[in-house]
């Protein structure tokens, strides 16, 4: 990681500062090619030691420009090779120590070779409950509520997907506002249902023999979900008079 002097307040501190970016402006940085990002996931990935800010003496975060390239490398690495942090992780700092280093193959292995799935798709990340506690800033008591809900619900192994701490966190938002979570299972009930219609769309190509047909299905997910969110915002600020940024 790049190293920056401690000291006081100088002007060479403050030259050192220039160069220096709120998470806010890593958000938008990193947002033209990650649209999903949020300042809650930056922190996961921090508490994660993916990246390592400098902090101000009030607590503010401080990212370098390096901060933000090794975010964008981890963003990379989960979207496109599907691997977890751990492994994210131990490849950077191998790079970073100036190792020559690859990618693990994903998929089957037979012969000591790599042998490519293409008849399903790879497994998304997953946290485990602490990681997702950490990463929320709630308690036990809080996600027990929010999975009798079924706001969050951990995956058969226990674990939870990485999408669920973006859930976590706008819970956390929206309750700021007295929206509770008891009022959010409409929510809930109404992302259930158009999961559903996506999902009529798309089960023919599913269950199709043709690996590349089920391939395709998996993107016209993606598209279809992507779709159906774009429409459920403008609806909502339709019936509320209000237009988002």
């Known amino acids: 990681m790049l190293q920056t002097p401690s000291g006081g307040a100088g002007p060479g501190a403050a030259a050192a500062d220039s160069g220096l970016m709120s998470i806010g402006a890593v958000l938008n940085v990193l947002r033209d090619e ?30 370098s420009a ?81 999975e009798s809900y079924g706001l969050i619900a951990p995956l058969p192994d226990g674990a939870y997907d990485a999408e669920a701490v973006t859930v976590a966190s706008l819970v956390v938002e929206l309750g700021r506002f007295g929206i509770e979570p008891r009022h959010l299972r409409v929510m809930k009930a109404a992302a259930d249902r158009e999961a559903g219609l996506v999902d009529q769309v798309v089960a023919p190509l599913r269950r199709h023999r043709n690996p590349q047909t089920r391939a395709h299905a998996e993107a016209r997910t993606k598209e279809l979900a992507g779709l159906a969110v774009k429409l459920h915002a403008a609806l909502v600020q339709t019936a509320l008079g209000v237009r988002l940024p």
């Open 34 to 63: 990650f649209p999903d990002i949020t300042i809650s996931k930056i922190r996961f990935l921090e508490s994660e030691g993916l990246v390592d800010p400098r902090r101000t003496p009030a607590g503010y975060r401080k990212f």
């Open 66 to 146: 390096h901060d933000v390239e090794r975010l964008g490398h981890v963003l990379r690495m989960q979207r496109d090779h599907y691997l977890p942090l751990k492994v994210i992780r131990e490849h950077l700092d191998a790079m970073e120590r100036g190792e020559s280093v690859k990618l693990p193959a994903l998929g089957r292995h037979r012969d000591g070779e790599a042998v490519p799935e293409t008849s399903e798709p790879p497994a998304a990340a997953r946290i485990g409950r602490q990681e997702l506690l950490a990463a929320a800033g709630i308690a036990e008591p809080q996600l027990d509520e929010w």
